[in-house]
């Protein structure tokens, strides 16, 4: 695995050669832009790690130079407080990450790991998508197959980016479709909507991980920032080639029914009536989750919230069904449970 590591103050840059060559990495260095080019047209790097001020070619510029040459490198930005608008053209740009100065070697290690196991993730994606073409099989069946490796390999890439977010997507699917199935859903519906739960913070792997697992609230700029989740979300299940139902809805999970949600703020029958179930399911969990930053809400007090936004926020007969589970013994289940069925028009009918 090697590490080009860029930036215009020497200090910095040796600091972080030393604690990846220390934890077994492959580490050069280059004192900006222009020089990080010319090295990168005589050897492939898995990773960079670059500043985002400096002399001549910014990070930006090199991100998006970096990006037209090889898309699966993993452009990791190195930062002071990251403004928001240049946070969010760098994630844009398709940076990886974040990395706040002053750098701590536990948070480069934990996010190279991550990048490590991003670039796993995607050579298993360009495997399937090969033999998609090449294996003679039903297309649906392989299909399949590609759907519960995306599943379990998100699942991992989650428990190292985000530790609550794997959990909560799991817990969010499993209410979903408990909901949905009250709601008269068929079965292959209720596997989409399921399905769709677990990964609907997806965009959340593109948010910084020093954002996501900050153990004090957020501020009104990371907020800003972890709202643009679903937009990443939405190009992340795009580029898996997932059905557009379940892009949509990713992007939606947000919205809310008089037009007060995000990104786009669509409001009523805009919004697809399977994202309203998603989104009940999302707000419950979330209440009677813990934050690192607070304790879980009642069971009482999660009630009141959704009984007051019934018919305001959320669709009223979604949040009765919702009401009616939490109010007779439901309780949030980690675990996965999937049966897609192969031949489902409602999963592979794009």
Same mark, same amino acid.
Do not use: W
């Given at each position: 695995?090697?590490?080009?590591?860029?930036?215009?103050?020497?200090?910095?840059?040796?600091?972080?050669?030393?604690?990846?060559?220390?934890?077994?990495?492959?580490?050069?260095?280059?004192?900006?832009?222009?020089?990080?080019?010319?090295?990168?047209?005589?050897?492939?790097?898995?990773?960079?790690?670059?500043? @985002? &001020?400096?002399?001549?070619?910014?990070?930006?510029?090199? *991100? +998006?130079?970096?990006?037209? %040459?090889?898309?699966? =490198? /993993? #452009?990791?930005?190195?930062?002071?407080?990251?403004?928001?608008?240049?946070?969010?053209?760098?994630?844009?740009?398709?940076?990886?990450?974040?990395?706040?100065?002053?750098?701590?070697?536990?948070?480069?290690?934990? @996010? &190279?790991?991550?990048?490590?196991?991003?670039?796993?993730? *995607? +050579?298993?994606?360009?495997? %399937?998508?090969?033999? =998609? /073409? #090449?294996?003679?099989?039903?297309?649906?069946?392989?299909?399949?197959?590609?759907?519960?490796?995306?599943?379990?390999?998100?699942?991992?890439?989650?428990?190292?980016?985000?530790?609550?977010?794997?959990?909560?997507?799991?817990?969010?699917?499993?209410?979903?479709?408990?909901?949905?199935?009250?709601?008269?859903?068929?079965?292959?519906?209720?596997?989409?909507?399921?399905?769709?739960?677990?990964?609907?913070?997806?965009?959340?792997?593109?948010?910084?991980?020093?954002?996501?697992?900050?153990?004090?609230?957020?501020?009104?700029?990371?907020?800003?920032?972890?709202?643009?989740?679903?937009?990443?979300?939405?190009?992340?299940?795009?580029?898996?080639?997932?059905?557009?139902?379940?892009?949509?809805?990713?992007?939606?999970?947000?919205?809310?029914?008089?037009?007060?949600?995000?990104?786009?703020?669509?409001?009523?029958?805009?919004?697809?009536?399977?994202?309203?179930?998603?989104?009940?399911?999302?707000?419950?969990?979330?209440?009677?989750?813990?934050?690192?930053?607070?304790?879980?809400?009642?069971?009482?007090?999660?009630?009141?919230?959704?009984?007051?936004?019934?018919?305001?926020?959320?669709?009223?007969?979604?949040?009765?069904?919702?009401?009616?589970?939490?109010?007779?013994?439901?309780?949030?289940?980690?675990?996965?449970?999937?049966?897609?069925?192969?031949?489902?028009?409602?999963?592979?009918?794009?």
């Amino acid at each position: 695995m090697k590490i080009m590591v860029v930036d215009d103050e020497k200090s910095i840059r040796n600091t972080i050669s030393e604690f990846l060559n220390r934890d077994g990495y492959v580490v050069e260095t280059a004192e900006d832009g222009n020089a990080a080019l010319k090295l990168l047209e005589k050897e492939y790097f898995d990773i960079i790690i670059t500043d @985002i &001020i400096m002399p001549r070619i910014s990070g930006i510029e090199l *991100l +998006k130079r970096i990006y037209k %040459l090889y898309e699966d =490198i /993993q #452009v990791i930005i190195i930062t002071g407080m990251p403004r928001l608008d240049i946070a969010i053209q760098a994630i844009k740009e398709n940076a990886f990450d974040f990395l706040i100065k002053p750098i701590k070697k536990d948070d480069l290690l934990n @996010i &190279i790991r991550h990048a490590v196991y991003m670039k796993a993730f *995607l +050579k298993i994606k360009q495997y %399937l998508d090969f033999n =998609i /073409q #090449v294996v003679n099989q039903r297309k649906n069946n392989i299909q399949y197959k590609i759907f519960e490796k995306a599943v379990s390999s998100i699942f991992a890439l989650f428990e190292l980016h985000d530790t609550y977010s794997a959990g909560h997507q799991r817990r969010v699917g499993n209410l979903a479709a408990e909901i949905a199935k009250m709601l008269g859903f068929s079965n292959n519906e209720i596997n989409l909507i399921r399905f769709t739960g677990y990964i609907h913070d997806i965009g959340k792997l593109k948010i910084p991980s020093v954002i996501l697992n900050k153990p004090s609230a957020l501020n009104i700029l990371e907020r800003q920032l972890v709202q643009i989740h679903s937009y990443c979300g939405y190009k992340l299940t795009k580029v898996l080639d997932l059905p557009s139902r379940v892009s949509e809805i990713v992007l939606e999970h947000h919205e809310r029914l008089d037009g007060s949600g995000y990104p786009r703020g669509i409001r009523g029958e805009k919004i697809r009536y399977e994202t309203n179930i998603l989104m009940i399911a999302d707000i419950a969990e979330a209440m009677l989750s813990s934050r690192p930053y607070r304790k879980p809400y009642s069971l009482n007090e999660t009630l009141a919230e959704i009984k007051k936004n019934a018919d305001v926020h959320y669709k009223k007969e979604v949040s009765e069904a919702c009401i009616y589970l939490l109010q007779n013994g439901y309780q949030l289940e980690d675990c996965y449970v999937l049966n897609i069925n192969p031949d489902s028009e409602c999963f592979f009918n794009k």
